[in-house]
């Protein structure tokens, strides 16, 4: 499989700055009993094919990749790349694949299998689900 690198700049990946952004509207997901629920009517970001955001912070007890993929489902990580720096990860844009911020740019497939960069194991996926407007990632 050709690996296809996000066009990141050296500073961006030197800090580990993720081109994945949190949602422009705070307030679209909660996390309760194991479970991410994302209000899709206030999370436009995840509509278009390709389109991406990072949970983290409150009670999620992991950061949270979520990627509205190329066969429109949605696919869920968790956003630590497992090589020593622990950066979080994009999705590379026309692919299915996702990548870490930094520098080594260790890259996963769809299922979280390394692809490349000197990340030593996979990352993990988690189950999604859509019910009506609220897609559900089951983290435990
Ligand atoms: S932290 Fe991801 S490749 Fe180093």
Redesign the pocket.
């Known amino acids: 499989m050709e690996i296809k690198f996000l066009d990141r700049s050296f500073f961006q990946r030197l800090f ?1 700055t993720p081109a994945t952004s949190k949602p422009g509207t705070p307030d679209c997901w909660t996390y309760a009993d194991g479970k991410l629920t994302v209000n899709l009517k206030k999370a436009p970001e995840l509509k278009k094919i390709g389109g991406a955001l990072r949970f983290e912070g409150g009670d999620l007890p992991e950061r949270v990749l979520v990627v509205f993929g190329k066969d429109k489902t949605y696919r869920a990580y968790k956003n630590r ?7 979080r990860l994009d999705p590379v844009p026309g692919t299915d694949t996702v990548q ?7 890259t996963y497939d769809q299922n979280g299998k390394k692809i490349y ?3 030593p194991k996979p990352v993990t996926p988690y189950p999604t689900a859509v019910k009506g407007n609220r897609l559900v990632v089951t983290i435990s």
């Open positions: 580990g790349c497992t090589h020593i720096g622990h950066r870490c911020c930094s520098v080594n740019k260790s960069g000197p990340a």
